[in-house]
């Protein structure tokens, strides 16, 4: 069975320092893996995905993932973050019914 | 335009009432999707259908039906409501074979 792990439920970083939220999953095939974006008493926002093309993933808003398939790991960053960028992040992996599977979210905190 | 739309974006209720939250899409998707968000915002799936067809039921109590009169539209029928009903609710749509999934804004239902 698919799953995710998200490592941290809390991540706090400054404006302008890098983003990094953690995530592994766990498929017994090649994985459909994304990164949902959740704003405070907001809907979800696709960020990016991962469906076995590039293993670097560029997203929206500057953030992008690598897919490592040895480390089973899909680890989302940016380089400089923003205020803008404090929010909920889901990783989710898709099963083969292409019923999505959701981490249980990291809150990002960004500090002035 | 708001391309999967829900409403009411709030519901505020007591138990044992009777509740309806309608969905729409105007994506020209063929699946769609209910998905509950708890206290924890832990997201899972509650039902898929794929024209007008249920195809996921994950173990979710009978007083919740979906209906789905045509492939744009997937509304959620609550009876009986009781307090650990209590969550958002998102609506969401996707082409069949795709694992991109695109989400409402989601309905807030409180039950007194």
């Known amino acids: 069975a698919q799953s995710v792990t998200q490592l941290d439920s809390h991540v706090s970083v400054s404006e302008g320092t890098p983003v990094l939220l953690r995530c592994n999953y766990s498929s017994s095939y090649s994985p459909s893996l994304f990164w949902y974006v959740q704003h405070p008493n907001k809907g979800l926002q696709l960020l990016l995905k991962?469906?076995?093309?590039?293993?670097l993933v560029k997203g929206i808003n500057g953030f992008e993932a690598e897919f490592k398939k040895s480390e089973t790991s899909f680890h989302l960053t940016k380089p400089s973050a923003h205020m803008s960028d404090a929010a909920e992040y889901f990783c989710?992996?898709?099963?083969?019914?292409?019923?999505?599977?959701f981490g249980s979210g990291t809150r990002l905190l960004v500090r002035p | 335009d708001t391309a999967v739309s829900q409403t009411p974006k709030y519901l505020v209720t007591q138990m044992g009432n009777d509740k309806s939250i309608k969905c729409e899409q105007n994506l020209g998707h063929d699946t769609m999707y209910w998905y509950k968000q708890d206290s924890k915002k832990f997201l899972k799936i509650m039902f898929s259908?794929?024209?007008?067809?249920?195809?996921i039921n994950e173990t979710v109590p009978n007083r919740f039906s979906p209906k789905s009169p045509d492939k744009a539209h997937l509304n959620l029928h609550i009876n009986s409501l009781e307090l650990g009903d209590s969550a958002v609710y998102f609506c969401a749509s996707a082409f069949s074979g795709l694992a991109e999934v695109f989400f409402g804004p989601g309905t807030r239902l409180t039950v007194l």
């Open positions: 991962y469906t076995s093309a590039a293993t």
């Open positions: 259908y794929n024209n007008k067809e249920l195809i």
């Open positions: 989710v992996v898709s099963d083969s019914s292409y019923k999505l599977i």
